[in-house]
């Protein structure tokens, strides 16, 4: 497994240095439509995730003794996710009961495995893509009609894709991280590194900027 490089993708200007207080959720974008890309990032579609991943700088890591991620690891786009918050790899809770089964955290030391891998789908013509989880073969959703801390929290859990499935994926050079945005309300991704209990390090859709590491995450190419 590699962690992607910033060497292919000619970006904009350098972002101000992130703050590490907790993000405020605000209100999401009129009409719940993805804002515009924020200053120093850039939206990556498929073809640029796709030279990144195949670049032979792309960093790599080994994976946890005796597991793999999957036979169709040989595709470009199986990723594996790091917050940069915390340093550790989110995680499909296959395991967790009803109604957060499938919740995605950012709870592992390492990579392991299905648990932490993910099939980054893109469609062409919404220029989004659907993250699949190779723990479950389930599609990432937001679940918006959720309520209080788990609300907007992030679930491999569906057999097809629509809006609650589609996020648009930026790139910023200067850090060489990543942000995700839901195209359901138009928020960015955030690791809720202050949550207790079994949400702590959940992945929520609730940010309106991308203020730090909480929203900011890094690619892992999986391959051999």
């Known amino acids: 497994m590699r962690r992607t490089t910033s060497v292919l993708l000619s970006l904009s200007a350098l972002v ?58 040989a595709e470009p786009e199986l990723l594996a996710v790091q917050s940069v918050r915390n340093n550790r790899f989110v995680a499909t809770e296959v395991n967790y009961p009803a109604p957060n089964t499938g919740v995605q955290r950012a709870r592992s030391a390492e990579f392991g495995g299905s648990w932490e891998s993910f099939a980054f789908e893109w469609d062409e013509a919404t220029q989004t893509y659907a993250l699949r989880s190779l723990a479950n073969n389930r599609y990432v959703a937001v679940e918006k009609n959720y309520t209080g801390s788990a609300q907007n929290v992030l679930r491999a859990r569906s057999t097809s894709v629509g809006g609650w499935e589609r996020f648009v994926l930026f790139y910023n050079e200067s850090l060489d991280r990543y942000a995700l945005q839901s195209t359901l309300n138009g928020l960015f991704v955030t690791m809720e590194n202050g949550y207790t209990g079994s949400l702590q390090y959940a992945l929520r859709a609730r940010s309106a900027e991308i203020t730090g590491s909480w929203e900011e995450f890094v690619l892992y190419d999986i391959g051999a």
């Open 16 to 73: 101000a240095a992130s703050a590490l207080a907790t993000p405020v959720a605000a209100a999401a974008p009129v009409g719940d439509k993805p804002a515009a890309a924020p200053a120093g990032w850039e939206a990556v579609d498929a073809s640029a995730l796709a030279r990144i991943t195949d670049d032979a700088d792309a960093r790599r890591a080994p994976l946890a003794a005796g597991d793999s991620a999957s036979a169709a690891a």
